[in-house]
Structure formats: C-alpha cells, structure tokens
C-alpha cells in the first residue's frame, strides 16, 4: 500500500507566480492537512480538509487556498508568490477528523522562490 | 505558533549512547506526538501517547507524559549513526473542532560513531 504521495518533489517559482501542490493519501485516509515548514523551524499548520470539506485554517494570507476532491486527494494553491513562501511544504492524511491515530507525512515538496 | 517547545535544540552524543529529549507545552493535550525527521525531508510518525497514558515503549523507544507539567520526553536508548535527525513533538487538542497538530522547533540529534 503506497503511502502518502506528494507531487512535485522540488519547485522552482518567480515572484508573483502562482504554484499548485499535490497530494494523495493512505488509501482509505479521509483526511488530508497541509504543513508549511521553512528550514531550522517546525512545521506550521495550514489546512485541513476532511470529507471534501475544510475543516481548519491556520495562520496564513488569503493566497493559499486548498480543495479536497471526491477520492479524498487534495491541492495546495499559493498565488502572488513572495520570497518568504519558499518552504518545505507537508501532506499529512489521518485516517478520520480528529487525527486520533496519528498522522501520515508524505516526503514534501520543496518550493523555491526566487 | 509554537505550542511545544523541545530540549535542547541541538543534541551531540556517542553512538550506544542514550538520547534524551524533552518537550514542553503550554495547553492541554488529547494526545502527543513524536515525529523523526531526516535532511529536510517528511516526517516519520514514532509514537503517540494519549492524556491518560503516562508511559509508551516502542522498540528503543520510551516516551513519558506528565500532564500536570505539560511536558513530554523521549529517549532513544542504545543509539546508532541512523538516529541521527531532528526530532519533533507535536500536539493534538480540540476533537470537537478542527484537527491539527502543533510542532514544536525540534531537537537536532547527531550520533558521532
């Protein structure tokens, strides 16, 4: 069984561009968050979604947005890129809402804006 | 924000050794969580021990939960050169609402042969 499967591994943007990231969980997982994590600091909660439907939004501007689609797979949005995006960015999928269980982490992308 | 915040931030030690982390928080918890991460890359799930589980043991590792300190630690016990990553804790509260998960900075855990 694959794990959580993030897509692209690395990402080169210009400022302003706009970047979609993508994400597939544990078969199964119906749950889907987003981390941000910029080097030397933890991971910052972005979104959930659970059910096609956000669930919780964390601490950051309007120009990310996310969706989860009927097979439970999920897109970050980030428009207007600054240089201060530029991050590791997360998937972690549970198998239910409350994250009870634990959670999965795909192996990230890593977004670079220049 | 950051809810947990780990001890030390940077942890250097002989290979065999034993490895101690700790990890403070301010809230209360439905769980905690401990996380491994290798070179910048994902996080590999390692334990999670619930608010009313005091101690949790997988393989080398033991973890301990004092809810009255709001602190956590972990100990890697009889340490190889492929423990060495940063370690997170992280914690869960609030079922009823929206499910997340708060890290804290990390312990950055090298293992000198």
């Known amino acids: 069984d694959a794990g959580v499967t993030q897509s692209p591994t690395h990402l080169i943007k210009t400022r302003g561009q706009h970047v979609t990231l993508r994400c597939s969980p544990i078969s199964g997982h119906k749950s889907v968050s987003w981390y941000q994590q910029v080097l030397g600091q933890g991971p910052q909660f972005i979104f959930q979604?659970?059910?096609?439907?956000?669930?919780g939004r964390g601490n950051f501007p309007d120009r990310f947005s996310a969706r989860q689609f009927p097979n439970y797979s999920s897109e970050l949005n980030v428009n207007a890129l600054l240089l201060g995006d530029s991050a590791l960015y997360l998937c972690?999928?549970?198998?239910?809402?409350?994250?009870?269980?634990?959670?999965?982490f795909g192996s990230g992308t890593r977004l670079t804006v220049v | 924000s950051q809810q947990g915040e780990e001890d030390p931030q940077a942890l250097s030690i002989q290979e065999g050794e034993n490895a101690t982390m700790n990890c403070s928080y301010k809230?209360?918890?439905?769980?905690l969580q401990w996380y491994r991460q290798n070179s910048g890359r994902g996080l590999v799930h390692l334990i999670l021990?619930?608010?009313?589980?005091r101690e949790k043991h997988s393989g080398r590792l033991r973890v301990t939960l004092d809810t009255s300190k709001k602190s956590s630690s972990l100990l890697i016990t009889a340490s190889r050169a492929a423990d060495t990553a940063s370690y997170f804790c992280a914690t869960a509260s609030g079922y009823s609402s929206a499910s997340k998960i708060i890290f804290g900075s990390g312990t950055r855990l090298s293992i000198r042969p």
């Open positions: 021990i619930r608010s009313n589980e």
């Open positions: 979604y659970y059910e096609k439907e956000e669930r």
């Open positions: 972690a999928s549970s198998l239910d809402r409350t994250g009870a269980y634990g959670y999965t």
């Open positions: 809230t209360s918890i439905n769980n």
